[in-house]
C-alpha cells in the first residue's frame, strides 16, 4: 500500500516546481505535474532510486545524460524524510548559473547596494554565487556553500516558513520578500537572520534569485535582555507598590525576597544588605540570601569600617561600583576590600550605598556577589541597583522608625514630662497623665480636641505663634514659652518638637514634649547678675576673667581689669594675642590639652591650668595662673573655654625661696651625715681599745674593786659602741653607701641562732623565751648580718620592754615568701604612737625621765633594714597588753625539708 503524503507538503512541492515525492527508500509518492522530458513509470521508479541514493550534503542534483538535470531537496516533515525532485533542462540550467557572468555590470550593481552576506541561486536553490560574508555568520567557506541547495541551511524548525516565501517570490516575480528565520551554522546551531530576496530577471524572464541576509543575534539578545529588564522593572514597580502596603513586621522577609530576585535575574549567588554599626565601627549583614549550591565558606561575617577606609567612593557618593573581574582591581590601600571579598571567593561584585531618603544619612550598603563565575554586567546595571536600593533604604528606615516608635512610646508613658501627640489637621491624639495633671486639660474617650482650643487654655497669643512657628518646622526644633498650669500660674518651658513616621505616605504626626525649666531661667537671672558682681569684684581684686572661641581663636570676653594686671587692655590682647607675651609656661593639670598659651586651640577639654611668666606692657615680668574650664552654649556645644587669670607673683617669689631652703637643708642634712660617719668612725677606733683592756681587767681582777670598775667600763663602753655602730650605719644607709652581701643561708639556722642568742637573757629577766620553728626548711638568699642587725633590735627591745610573761619567736615560710613574727607581753603602744617609734632619735618616753635607755635609732635602722632587704615591717600594739613585729620577706630559693628544732626552750 503506498504510504500517505502530508497534504502540506504536496501543495509546498506544487508551489515551490518540483514534479513528484519520494520517501528515503527512492518510491514515488506523488507525481505533481508532468516533467518536462517524458519517462515511463519505470524509468521515473529507476531514476528516483538512483538520485536519492546519489544525494549527499555537498551533491543534491542527479545528471540524467541527454535530457537535463534532476535536482532533489530533501525535508524532514511532520515525522517523516521526503526527497522534492524535478527536472530542469540543460539549456534552462546552464543560462541561469551563467546570469552572473553574462552581465557583471548589472550584477556588480545590484552587489553595491546590498549588505550582509549575499548569496545567488537558481529557482531550485542551486546555489551559483556566494560572497565571502557567510563565514563570519555561519562559519562556512565560500567554496563549502557554492553548488549546495539553500534549503540545506535552513533550521528544520523554520522550513515551512521558508518554502511559503519561496513559493510567494516565484509566484510573484517583480516582488521582494523578506523574512525572519534561523539558518544552520557549521556548529549545527541556529543562527536567527533577517533575509530580503529578489528575482533576477532579464527580458522579463527570471534568471536566478538573490538573497541577503543579516545576523540578529545581536539584535535578538538586547531585545530580550530589555524585555528582560522590563520584566523585571515592571516586578521591582509592582513589589515597591506592595512595600508601601506592606505591614511594618513582614519588611524584613520582604527584603530576603528582593534580595533572591535580583540576585537570580543576574545569575549571581548572593546577595547581601550591610548596616553600619556605628558604635564597633562595622558593617553588619543584616539580611542575606545565599543560593543552596553556594559553599558554606561564603558565610559572610561583619566588615570593619577600616576595610573601607581609602576607597569608600561609593560610600561617599552613593553611586554604584561594579566590578566584572575582581583580579581586575589594583592592589593597594585603597582596593583593601578586594582581599576581603577573595577570601569568600568573590570574582565579580557590585555595590551600592543605602542612604536615608529625608537625612541622607548612610547607614549600609547592598553587595551583590558572584563566586562561581565572572559576571559581565549589563548596562543597566547601575540604574537597576538605584531602584533596588531605594526600595530597600526606604524599608530599612520604616523598620528603624517603628522600633523607635515603639521604644518612644514605652519612655512617652514613663516621661515625667508633660507630652502631647498632634495627627494630620492639627488633632490631638495623645496626652500623657504628667501634661493632664501639669495643664488640668483631659483627652475624652471617643471625643476630639483640636490643638488651637488647647493652645488658646495654655498660652498667651505670643507663645501660641512660638510653638505653631516648631510645628511648622521640617526638623527636631526647640523653644522656650511661658504656659499657664492647672494652679494658674505662669511657668516657663522647653518645648521640643520632633515627627513620628508612619509605614505609608501620610502626614507625620509630630510629638510634643514640655520640659518644665522655672528652676533654670531663676537660675540664669542669679547668674547675669553674679556676672555683674563678678566685674565690680575684677575690677577690685586681681582677678582677670576671660571667655575664649575656639572656633575663631578670639576672645568672646575679657575682664578690663586685665589692664591693672599686664598693662594691656582687652583690645590690645585681641589685637597682638596672649602667646606673644608669654616668656614660660608650666602645666599643672591637663585634660586632652596640647602645651600653649590660652589663645591655642586645644581641643575639647574638661579642665585645664597652667601657670604663665609673662612679660608686661612696662616689661616688669609677672606669674599669672591660669584656670580655665570647658564653655558651652544653651544648646551644649562646645565653644570654648571660660577661666581666670590670677596674679600669683609673689606665690613663686615664696615657692623659689623654699625650693632654696630646701636645698640648704639637704645639703646640711649630708653634711650632718658625714659628720657622724666620720665622727663614729674616730671614736669606734680608740673605743674598742678602751673595751679590750677593761674586759682583761675585769677578767683579772674578779672580786675586786678594781675588777668590778672594768666590768663597768666594759659594760657601758659596749653601750657606747652598739650606739656608734648604729649611728655609723644612719649615716652609710643616708649616704647610700650601704651595699648587700648576699648569700644563701637556712631559714632555720636563723631561728636557732636568734633564740641561742637571746634566750639566757630573757630567762635571767625571768622572761619565758618560745621559738617555733618553720615546719619545713627553706633556703633564703639574703645579707645575713643585716638579717641578723634585724631581729636583734626587735628581739632585744621585746625583752628589754617586757617585765614579765613570754616573748615567743614565729618562723613561718609561704611559696614565695616568708613571715618572722616577734610578739611580747611587755607594756605595748599606744597607737597614736605608732608611727613615732620609727622616727630618728625617738622614743615614746623621752627626756631625761625617760624609763629605758638607748638612742631612738634601732627600730629607724631596722625598718630601714627591712625596705633595703625587699621586705615590709608592721606592727600590731595594745598598751600595757604587748606587741606584735611582723616581718615579710620575698623568697628566691627554696631548700628541702629538715627536722625542726624543739619547739620550745
Known sequence: MPEQLPPHLADFALQTGYNWITNENGDILSGLNNPAISLSEDELRTVSALAVKSFTDTENSFKLDGKGIIKLQKINFDGGTYYLLKVLPAEKNKHTSNFASSDETLFSKILENLTGVVTVCDQLGLINYQSDSVRDILGYTKNEVLGTNVFKYIWPEDTAIAAEKWSDLISKPSSIVKARLRLLNAESKPVPVEITAKNLSKDNTVQGILLSYIDLTEEIKTQNELKKLQNFINLIQKISVSFINLPTEELKKQINELLKMIAEFFGINSGIVFRADFINHLYRPDFIWISEETSVSFRIKPVSFSVFAADDSFIRTGKPVICDNINTLPDGPKTAGKEILRTYGVRSF??????????KRIFGFLGLYSSSKFIEWPDYTGELLVMVSQIVSASLMRIERAEHLKMLSGVIQLNPSPVLILRSGLQVSYLNASFSNKFGVALRTG?????????????????????????????????????????????????????????????????????????IKELQGRIRSSEETLNLIAKAGTLVFYRLKFASRDYDYINPAISDLIGYSPEEIRKIGFGSIVIQSQNIKKDGVDEGSPVAARGLFTEYEADYLVK???????????????????????????????????????????????NKAEELNLLKSNFLASMSHELRTPLIGILGYAEIMSMENDDSDTGRMASTIFKSGKRLLNSLNMILDLSKLEAGKLELSLSLISLSKIAAEITDLFRIAAENKGLEFITHFPESDIMIETDEKILHDILNNIVSNAIKYTPAGCVTLYFIPEVDEFFITVQDTGIGIDQSNIDLIFEEFRQVSEGYSRRYEGTGLGLTLTRRFVKLLSGEITVESTLNKGTAFTLRFPVKQTGGEINPPPAKY
Open 616 to 662: 608686661t606692657k612696662s616689661g616688669e615680668e609677672k606669674w599669672l595662673n591660669d584656670k580655665s574650664f570647658p564653655w558651652y552654649d544653651k544648646a551644649g556645644n562646645f565653644m570654648g573655654s571660660q577661666g581666670i587669670l590670677t596674679d600669683i607673683t609673689f606665690r613663686k617669689q615664696a615657692e623659689l625661696e623654699i625650693i632654696a631652703a630646701r
Open 350 to 359: 557590585a555595590h551600592i550605598a543605602l542612604t536615608d531618603p529625608d537625612s
Open 447 to 519: 471625643g476630639e480636641l483640636l490643638f488651637e482650643d488647647l493652645l488658646n487654655r495654655i498660652a498667651s497669643p505670643e507663645e501660641t505663634r512660638k510653638i505653631v512657628r516648631g510645628i511648622n518646622e521640617e526638623k527636631t526644633y526647640k523653644t522656650e514659652v511661658i504656659l499657664k498650669t492647672v494652679e494658674k500660674k505662669d511657668k516657663w518651658f522647653e518645648c521640643s518638637f520632633s515627627r513620628i513616621y508612619h509605614s505609608d505616605d501620610a502626614d507625620p504626626d509630630i510629638i510634643l514634649i514640655f520640659m518644665e525649666i522655672d528652676d
